[in-house]
């Protein structure tokens, strides 16, 4: 009933405008007198024009639209239905045959005045109600500059404007024709160079980035200029999610460190990497961790016959089924508990279940925690781990193996980056069995936010108020997200012909250093008020990571950001000697486990000293200089 009543309001005001508009007409037609000579001509135009009106503007949906968001698809509706009404006035003047004849001008003056009582009419109403519902909001609110006067800064003030958290003083863009123009209403100051300057002239404390389609490395620049200024920096969503409907462009996030290092988005081969996928059964080792977890996330698009996650962590194999319950229902889901070194589960796992494709990404990965009084256990896990795994897929007919390795496996200096390089040695030999099974490595950097990177940790010790410990001034390593590792990991897998190992692009290194100095900031800190203090390396820690051995060089793959390194082959009693080290009975002292994996992996330099023991005191970790035995 309501409805109606609204509906009725709407015609009534649109037949009120027909009639204003042709009584205007004649106004305008004698320059302002009322030609009483033409009043019967004005009712008979009027019993015509009314009913047509009615009629063409209910065909034209001028009533299904709201009139306090009335916009641009609204004004089209208006403009079909004057068009259209504007033919009754034609026909009439053509009919009516009376003197004094019809003014030629009405058929121009008639639809020039409608569109401009009715289009005028519904945004009239649209500004008065938004000033009703949001005007006392104007003037209030934090200061904030926009970036970006484009398609999203538009969308974004639109929003803002409504919105009682956020004042805009203005926006920011580098495209030159925009500065000293405004967009609606607001003023775009200059280049986003200048925003620094502009935050200080403007007394603004924030900054919203709305450029979602521009470039990562664009968005980065604007992002470090406002941190280094000492803003808060928030960004949109995506235009992609905003058109879907998936959220709202209003709904802000803070600017993580991610972002700032933040690469451009992955390409990847989507028809080809689900051609290998679809409808077969896959088998994840370490599908809890960081990335074996976002692996089976990824393998869930390309419709997998069954996804099998063999975990020995039994909180996180309970984690990964949980999210498949919730995310992905129709996908069949096989939640194994097992360690990578147990022959027999491994055997009876891939006898039940028939993995085709193998991803194995279960290891040790913590540098200086495997260093000291943990080495024998990193070999046994990460090598022989990897070797149990690859003979159980070539002994159950298993199409492909893809072992998960680092970039601390070239020309290691600690112990674990020495057992992933034996374990990609390990599969080179399986390869060289030439049993079926296609054997491929994916070697890369460290990854943005996973268990135990330094990330977290800067998180955690910013939260405490500091320090921000980092181990050397000049100490850089490469990041990449874990979505683009694993989507890469993925393409290296769909490409590879056996026997490869393939280096992700990891870009450029990134100084741990910088790193710690912009999570402060971007935390709402300064240097002065969280410090920054140097520990000195760890035992087995490089200044500088590496992605290719010495004797290794790349040939180009069809893919911009992964290559081939071609590296040495390995003896033929490298497999039996290997085999019997890592089954012997007993325990391996660090020592004797250093100079053994330097016979193995000859680019292997231990650090010179004896590594020391790092134990925790009241939640602190500290280093006590003692010898291990």
């Known amino acids: 009933m309501k409805r109606l009543s609204r509906s009725a309001f709407v015609l009534l005001f649109d037949l009120a405008a027909a009639c204003t508009a042709w009584v205007t007409t004649y106004v305008l037609r004698f320059n302002f007198e009322w030609p009483a000579e033409y009043g019967v001509q004005i009712a008979w135009g009027l019993l015509v024009l009314l009913p047509t009106h009615a009629v063409v503007c ?22 079909r239905a004057v068009a259209i009404s504007s033919l009754a006035v034609w026909a009439f003047v053509a009919v009516y045959r009376a003197s004094p004849g019809v003014p030629r001008s009405t058929l121009i003056l008639y639809p020039m005045l409608l569109v401009l009582i009715m289009a005028g009419g519904r945004a009239a109403y649209r500004m008065w109600k938004e000033h009703r519902l ?63 300057q502009i935050l200080v002239n403007e007394r603004v404390e924030h900054v919203i980035l709305a450029m979602p389609s521009a470039a990562t490395k664009v968005r980065r620049a604007a992002t470090d200029l406002a941190v280094h200024a000492g803003a808060k920096v928030f960004m949109v969503p995506g235009l992609e999610d905003v058109m879907a409907g998936r959220v709202a462009v209003s709904s802000l996030r803070r600017v993580e460190i991610e972002d700032l290092l933040g690469r451009e988005p992955v390409w990847i081969d989507t028809p080809h990497i689900e ?5 077969k059964v896959v088998l994840v080792t370490g599908a809890g961790g960081s990335i074996g977890s976002e692996l089976c996330r990824q393998l869930a698009r390309f419709a997998p016959r069954r996804v099998v996650l063999y975990e020995q962590n039994e909180f996180a194999l309970y984690t990964m089924e949980q ?6 229902q129709g996908l069949e889901i096989v939640s194994l508990a097992g360690d990578v070194k147990d022959a027999a589960r491994l055997d009876e796992v891939f006898a039940a279940w028939r993995p085709e494709v193998v991803f194995h ?57 020495a057992s992933k390089r034996l374990a990609e040695l390990v ?75 393939f280096v992700l692009d990891m870009g450029d290194p990134v100084k741990i250093v910088d790193l710690a100095r912009n999570m402060i900031r971007l935390s709402g800190y300064t240097e002065g008020e969280i410090r920054i203090e140097f520990t000195g390396l760890r035992p087995g820690e490089k200044l500088y990571e590496e992605l290719l051995a010495d004797a290794e060089k790349t040939r180009e793959t069809p893919h911009a950001k992964l290559r081939i390194a071609r590296s040495r082959s390995v003896a033929p009693a490298f497999f039996a000697d290997l085999k019997s080290w890592l089954v012997q009975p007993g325990v391996v002292g660090d020592e004797e486990v250093r100079r053994i994996l330097q016979r193995w992996v000859p680019e292997y330099q231990p650090p010179r000293g ?20």
């Open 134 to 196: 949001y005007g006392g909001l104007i003037a209030k609110g934090k200061p904030v500059v926009v970036v970006g006067a484009g398609r999203g800064g538009a969308m974004l003030l639109r929003e803002l404007q409504r919105s009682p958290d956020w004042r805009v003083v203005g926006l920011v863009d580098d495209d030159s024709d925009k500065w000293g123009r405004e967009l609606l209403g607001l003023p775009v100051l200059g280049p986003v160079k200048a925003l620094p």
């Open 275 to 279: 051609a290998m996928f679809k409808g």
């Open 361 to 417: 990404a279960a290891a040790y990965k913590h540098v200086p925690l495997m260093e000291s009084a943990n080495a024998w256990q990193a070999v046994r896990n990460n090598v022989l781990g990897t070797l149990r795994v690859g003979e159980a897929a070539q002994h159950h007919g298993a199409g492909r193996f893809i072992l998960v390795s680092t970039d601390k496996a070239v020309n290691p200096t600690n112990v674990m980056g």
């Open 323 to 328: 999210w498949f319950a919730n995310h992905a």
């Open 58 to 79: 209910k065909r034209a949906g001028l009533y299904r639209g709201i009139w306090v968001f009335a916009s641009l698809p609204d004004l089209a509706r208006v403009l």
């Open 610 to 629: 004896r590594p020391t023991l790092r134990v925790v005191r009241h939640g602190d970790v500290q280093d006590e200089r003692r010898a291990l035995p």
């Open 427 to 501: 599969c080179h030999a399986l390869q060289q069995r030439g049993q079926g099974t296609q054997f491929e490595i994916v070697r890369f950097g460290n990854v943005l936010g996973s268990t135990g990177s330094v990330i977290p940790k800067f998180q955690e010790q910013i939260a405490r108020g500091g320090p921000v410990t980092v181990t050397h001034p000049e100490i850089t390593r490469y990041f990449m997200s874990i979505p683009e590792a694993a989507q890469l990991v993925l393409q290296a897998a769909a490409m590879g012909q056996g026997g490869e190992i």
